[in-house]
Each structure stands twice: as C-alpha cells, then as structure tokens.
C-alpha cells in the first residue's frame, strides 16, 4: 500500500494519527500541493481527483476521503479497535465522527483556507466565510465542551476517529490563533490528553 499524504493539510494528518493509534507503517508518498503535485494527470488518474489523501491498495485501487481511508486500514489493522466493536458502538461512533467532521471539523478547515495568508495560492479567500465558520465552530465547541463532561473521549471511554478528527482540526486553526476557550473546561482536559498521544508526541 501506498499513502499519498500532504504533511500540512489537516485531512491527511487524520489518516496518520490513525496509522499511529495502530503503530502501523506503510508507505507514505508526500505531495506538494503548493506546488500543484495534486492536480497532475497522473495523481488524478489514480485518485480521481486533485484530493489528498489517497491510499493505493496492492490491486491498484485507490482509495481517498480520509474515514474511507481509515475504515479500510481498521480491516487491516484492527487494534487498538477506532470504528466500533459491536453494531451500538459502531453507530454511537459514527454518530461522534459525523457530528465532529460537520459541526467542528469542516467549519475550522474553512476558516483557516480563507484566512491564512500561504493558503490564498490555493483557493480566492472570502473573509464573511473566515468569519461566519469561525462563529460556527466557537458554537460547537459548547456542544463538545458538554459531551466531554460526560464522556474522557468523544465517542467513546477511549480515542476512536472522532477523537482524531476533532483534535487534528483543532490544531490544524492554530494557523488563525484559534483557540480553546478556557471555560471550556473539558475540551481542555481532553486536548491535553490528546497532545499527549503518541501521534502528537511524534509530530504526526
């Protein structure tokens, strides 16, 4: 297998946290999208389009979105278990990952591509939409701030995908000096423990 990853996009960090929670390797191919190695004939003949990541089975199937990507590797690699080990759990987590992914994880990647300067050679940047998905993140952090109050991790008693997509989101708005608020007691309880994952410990 070969991962197709870009180290500074937040997507494909999700998939290596994820290869790090398992202390799995497999080959990682790094592509410049600065320098527009994603829109290459040759990346969009193999991934279908101009998206990092994108995993290439031995068969030559490529695979991208990054939960697709993980689901797969969670057949491959099944522990430590991230999706569910029974048909209640399977459903709570993605429940966990899809409210994560929609109501945190896409409004702070958006408000980081148009707001960070480097990120302007990549797409026109709108401030209103900086604006208007930063306030929708900082609503959302409640939300998660509550759940965590109940829950040490998101979707689970342990890290599972929605873990990892939150906190790579998070981390990802500190390129915009977003941050947790401090009332946010437990979201800064969990983003310690987080930060001292063995993924984020190695710089993944």
């Known amino acids: 297998m070969k991962l197709y990853d ?3 996009a937040p997507n494909p ?22 320098k527009g190695e ?28 990054s939960i697709a990507i993980c689901r797969f590797l969670e057949s ?6 991230m999706f569910g080990r029974d048909a209640r759990e399977i ?16 409004p702070l990647m958006m ?17 209103a ?7 929708a993140a900082n609503r959302a952090l409640r939300f998660f701030d509550r759940r965590l109050g109940e829950s040490a991790f998101i979707a689970a008693g342990r890290v599972t995908m929605a873990d990892i997509i939150a906190f790579t989101a998070i981390d990802f708005a500190r390129m915009i000096k977003f ?3 401090e009332e946010c007691a437990n979201l800064v309880r969990w983003a310690g423990e987080m930060r001292l994952r063995p993924a984020a410990a190695a710089g993944t």
């Not at 459903?91 to 896409?106: G, P």
């Not at 980081?112 to 026109?124: G, K, Q, S, W, Y």
């Open 111 to 127: 408000a980081v591509r148009h707001t960070h300067p480097a990120l302007a050679a990549l797409d026109t940047q709108v401030p």
């Open 76 to 81: 491959v690699f099944p522990e430590p278990n």
């Open 38 to 65: 994603h829109k290459t004939p040759d990346y969009v003949a193999r991934a279908g389009l101009a998206n990092v990541p994108a995993l290439e089975l031995d068969d030559g199937t490529t695979i991208t979105e």
């Open 91 to 106: 459903a709570v987590i993605e429940m966990w990952t899809r409210r994560t992914e929609l109501l945190l994880a896409n």
């Open 129 to 135: 939409i900086a604006e208007a998905n930063v306030g």
């Open 179 to 181: 941050a947790l608020p």
């Open 6 to 8: 870009s180290p500074r």
């Open 13 to 34: 960090r999700r998939v290596r946290w994820f290869l790090a929670e398992k202390q799995a390797e497999i080959e990682i191919v790094s592509v410049d999208v600065f």
